[in-house]
């Protein structure tokens, strides 16, 4: 199953394990199961730790297999093969079952350990999923550490029928105990905020507590790193406050454009800019959405909303973007039931069906030549009389058989069932008639807008609610500095962004001594 390059890094992974793992594996004799078989005999082959048993017509899903401490039977279950982007989850599960520490602080492996319920998650993947690892390795971790919760990762291409059954159209989607429980990428601590109510009212208190900083900013992204980076180096003290640190960046398949990185993946850089950041001495307060900002006399105060109130003698706003929303009937009620916004994420779900891309601009068209080459059919809506991508991508586009292009085509209205999306309808703004095309997902790629709604009334923006800044990114409001996406800076891009926050950490350091 894993090639001989494989089976050694693997070999080389498991070294770590010091204590057995008993992987119990339920199978039959279909080409899945004899795939899975495969990959269990060469984890076994790969270290002395694992024993694998085979059972066969039990009442888990088949083909899967789980990973426990020996005489337990509480360990994550893998449903369907964990290669892909799935196959590190398979290696941080096996190490962390078999003893080896997770990185993670202590204080959050105690508030997992002293969770108060019985928890069943299963959680819907793809394999080429980019956001579903992220989801499957933090439950994991938790039922690693705490018997009461229970993890199945499900491989929704396997899978079909279920998948089918519960609605489920986009990419990770993770039930606790048979409802609902979120969708998308989620991390370890918003898990447990959701899960420990008490323990996040805890830390609003501590948070409120804190002393003031000489420079808060406000977002996580490639600006707010960047600003990070260079306020700590200036010995001053520095707090980043952000809903989701790494920003757009984690949604990034490839990036090929940031000068001295020829390539990497978003994940990766997002981590990257952590580890950067977490280099200096900057206190990090992640999963805090900020929802007002209040000039008072010499300080500047931000109210997130767990309630918390940080304080900063100087604010730097970098809260970037989010993807830009149709506004059409149809559109929220059908969001993950049909229209979706990654792509990379949920076009495996969408195999054999036919499906729309809205959006003739770079990622309309990348997305289109992806999917292409996973679903049915593709029909890309441009609302403009032209594409607007490279022309490279538009060749290519042009050349696959089962992609149409249609420019002119104003979307009215996403139409469903009731349960899922079943066609699109849109008006040709030339003729004025107005159509419909029948189809199962709609894939929404209409550009960005920033993250700027709190701050209306506050501080000026612009037309399109970009926050308007000078060339040293100082904003209309003395002590606030600006960066990156959500900033009037035109070419929406990570090097700007971080360069931006530099220069907005350099105004803000230039404010402090001059004041
Ligand atoms: C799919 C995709 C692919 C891309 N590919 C590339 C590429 O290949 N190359 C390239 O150069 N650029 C690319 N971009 C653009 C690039 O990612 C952005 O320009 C860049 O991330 C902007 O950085 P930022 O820090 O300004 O904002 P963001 O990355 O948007 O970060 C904003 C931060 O603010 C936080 N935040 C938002 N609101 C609040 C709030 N109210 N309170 C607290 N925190 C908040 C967010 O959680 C996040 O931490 C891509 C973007 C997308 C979506």
Redesign the pocket.
């Known amino acids: 199953m894993l090639d001989a390059n494989l089976k050694a890094q693997l070999a080389a992974y498991l070294e770590r394990m010091t204590q057995p793992v008993e992987i119990v594996a339920s199978l039959d004799d279909t080409k899945a199961s004899q795939d899975m078989r495969a990959l269990l005999k060469d984890i076994a082959d790969a270290s002395a730790q694992v024993k694998v048993t085979e059972t066969r017509g039990g009442p888990a899903r088949t083909p899967s297999f789980q990973i426990n401490r020996p005489g337990q039977n509480t360990g994550p279950r893998f449903a369907g093969l964990p290669m892909g982007h799935e196959f590190t989850s398979l290696v941080l599960a096996l190490l962390q079952m078999g003893g080896y520490p997770p990185k993670v602080d202590e204080a959050v492996l105690q508030q997992i350990r002293a969770l108060p319920g019985d928890y069943e998650f299963e959680i819907y993947v793809s394999l080429t999923c980019h956001n579903c690892p992220d989801v499957v390795q933090a439950l994991n971790l938790m039922a690693a550490q705490n018997p009461r919760v229970q993890v199945t990762m499900i491989d929704g291409a396997i899978f079909q029928d279920e998948v089918n059954q519960r609605q489920i159209m986009a990419v990770p989607t993770v039930f606790l105990n048979g409802t609902h429980f979120g969708q998308g990428r989620m991390t370890l601590e918003e898990i447990l905020g959701k899960l420990d109510t008490a323990g996040a009212a805890r830390q609003a208190e501590a948070l409120s507590a804190k002393e003031p900083f000489d420079v808060l900013i406000?977002?996580?992204?490639?600006?707010?790193?960047a600003a990070a980076v260079y306020a700590a180096r200036k010995g001053i003290r520095t707090g980043i406050?952000?809903?989701?640190?790494?920003?757009?960046?984690l949604?990034?398949?490839?990036?090929?454009?940031?000068v001295s990185v020829k390539e990497t993946e978003?994940p990766k850089f997002a981590m990257a800019l952590e580890e950067h950041v977490r280099h200096y001495d900057v206190e990090i307060i992640n999963l805090?959405?900020?929802?007002a900002l209040r000039p008072q006399d010499k300080l500047v105060e931000v109210e997130?909303e767990s309630g918390a109130k940080l304080k900063g003698r100087t604010v730097i706003l970098?809260?970037?973007?989010?993807?830009r929303t149709l506004n059409v009937p149809g559109e929220q009620e059908y969001r993950n039931k049909g229209v979706t916004f990654c792509p990379h994420c949920d076009g495996p779900l969408f195999k054999g069906k036919a499906v729309a891309v809205i959006g003739g601009g770079n990622?309309g068209v990348e997305a289109a030549i992806d999917l292409a080459g996973v679903v049915k059919h593709v029909t890309l809506l441009e609302f403009g009389a032209e594409l607007r991508a490279d022309a490279v991508l538009q060749k290519k586009l042009r050349s696959l058989p089962n992609v149409d292009v249609i420019v002119n085509a104003q979307t009215t209205e996403v139409v469903g069932d009731g349960q899922k999306v079943n066609a699109l309808a849109y008006k040709d703004r030339v003729s004025g008639e107005d159509k419909r095309l029948a189809l199962e997902g709609v894939f929404v790629q209409i550009g960005?807008v920033p993250?700027t709604e709190?701050l209306k009334g506050t501080i000026e923006l612009s037309k399109f609610g970009e926050i308007i800044v000078d060339a040293r990114g100082a904003t209309s409001l003395p002590g606030v500095f600006a960066?990156?996406?959500?900033t009037t800076v035109p070419f929406?891009?990570?090097?700007?962004?971080?360069g931006?926050?530099a220069k907005a950490a350099l105004g803000a350091f230039d404010h402090l001594i001059r004041n």
């Open positions: 406000v977002g996580g992204g490639p600006a707010g790193a406050a952000s809903e989701r640190f790494g920003g757009q960046v949604d990034t398949l490839g990036i090929e454009n940031f978003g805090q959405r900020a929802k997130l970098s809260t970037g973007a989010r993807w990622s960005l993250n709190w960066a990156g996406d959500c929406k891009q990570i090097i700007i962004a971080a931006d926050g």
